[in-house]
């Protein structure tokens, strides 16, 4: 018997792994612990968020009384940590927001985690999900491993690196079981349109400019984002604690050849001439400090625990198309501000 904290389970990812949860281990109890910042929507939950064994918090990681209390009422055993402020850009202009969040936040659930657990601390586990970011820039050539140096170079992967050093730190030193997951970007169904493959959708179906940064030719490697749920899912089981596992599809795309494809699949779909699409491709200055590349090694987590993506880039990005095709109200609620009432509309008479 598990009562599972999942932090930022409102957004993107946290709801992929929610839902897994929720759905597969239904002896579990899921507590999905999020502040419903302009990246949560509980209305990623909508087909589970009836279950028996699923709970909602609305508390910010900020809030300790708060933290503690969650704690306390829901008797927590594990914890998923997701809950983050997760866009470069928005770090770039405001990075305040990202210490306090993905630093203090991170810290302040390390704190409520040890003092509740302090009586067995090893029979339980706090599960950081973290970022290839951290890891910085790579040439040409290369990957990142687990044994990669940290060097983050926007304010998002410093706030993200510090988050991991100080879950490392608390394993160290007062013995809490860890396990932290890197992982490279990931795509799919909820996706939040400030994202480059969600926004590009959305600007292509609204025929709006599909803005690329600089030379097009920054590099990041892709995974479908159920087949990152899958591996949080196998770490959190099967992970050795105290370690670190690098996840990532092999699957390295130029954003100008991204963009392209998703121009070809958008085109097929929507009945459009070849080409329709690729007009509005717009090159825009680029984002100050812009890593060239990212690519995951994930030897490790192939290995030891059997994991590998489940689907071609090709594939995971025709489904997300299609999810966005099937969910324009989704899309229509989040790009105009409607979703958060549905907080209110959800919970007003809870
Ligand atoms: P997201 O921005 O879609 O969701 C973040 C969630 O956290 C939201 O629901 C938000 O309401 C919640 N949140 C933010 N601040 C909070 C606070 N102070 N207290 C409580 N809740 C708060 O992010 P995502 O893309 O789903 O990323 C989830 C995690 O995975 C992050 O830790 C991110 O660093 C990591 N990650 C993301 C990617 C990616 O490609 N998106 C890749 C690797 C790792
Ligand atoms: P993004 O989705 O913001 O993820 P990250 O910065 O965490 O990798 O961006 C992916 C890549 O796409 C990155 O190289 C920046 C680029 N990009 C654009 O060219 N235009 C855009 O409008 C956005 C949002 C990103």
Redesign the pocket.
């Known amino acids: 018997m598990k009562n599972i904290l999942i932090t930022g389970g409102a957004g993107f990812i946290g709801s992929h792994v929610v839902r897994l949860f929720v759905t597969k281990y239904p002896a579990y109890k899921i507590i999905n612990l999020d502040a419903l910042t302009y990246a949560g929507n509980l209305e990623n939950l909508s087909d589970i968020d009836q279950s028996p064994n699923y709970f909602f918090e609305r508390v910010n990681i900020l809030d300790v009384p708060e933290l503690e209390r969650v704690f306390n009422e829901h008797q927590i055993t594990d914890v998923v940590h997701l809950a983050a402020e997760s866009?470069?850009?928005r770090s770039i202009h405001s990075p305040l927001d990202f210490v306090y969040t993905n630093i203090v936040g991170t810290v302040n659930l390390l704190n409520a985690a040890k003092q509740y657990w302090k009586a067995d601390l090893e029979n339980h586990l706090f599960y950081h999900v973290s970022?290839d970011?951290v890891y910085g820039a790579l040439g040409a050539t290369g990957f990142f491993t687990e044994s990669t140096p940290y060097h983050p170079n926007s304010p998002?992967s410093a706030s993200k690196a510090s988050s991991d050093h100080f879950v490392r730190a608390y394993g160290e030193t007062y013995g809490l079981p860890f396990v932290i997951s890197n992982c490279s970007?990931n795509y799919g169904p909820y996706h939040f349109p400030?994202?480059?493959?969600p926004?590009?959708i959305n600007n292509i179906i609204t025929k709006r400019p599909l803005?690329?940064?600089?030379d097009?030719l920054?590099t990041?490697d892709w995974l479908y984002v159920k087949d990152h749920a899958i591996a949080i899912d196998l770490v959190f089981h099967k992970g050795k604690k105290d370690e670190t596992y690098n996840i990532g599809g092999f699957n390295e795309w130029r954003?100008i050849d991204l963009v392209k494809l998703l121009c070809k699949q958008m085109d097929e779909k929507l009945g459009n001439q070849p080409g329709t699409s690729d007009a509005l491709i717009t090159y825009?200055k680029d984002?100050p400090g812009?890593?060239r590349r990212?690519a995951i090694d994930a030897t490790k987590i192939n290995v030891e625990l059997g994991w590998k993506p489940s689907v071609t880039f090709e594939q995971g990005l025709s489904e997300t198309i299609d999810w966005f095709f099937d969910n324009q109200e989704w899309l229509n609620n989040v790009t105009s501000g409607a979703y958060s009432k549905y907080y209110d509309h959800m919970y007003e008479n809870r």
């Open positions: 866009h470069v850009d970022t970011e998002y970007n400030e994202k480059l493959i926004l590009f803005p690329v940064y600089g097009g920054y990041r954003n825009v984002r812009h890593d990212y």
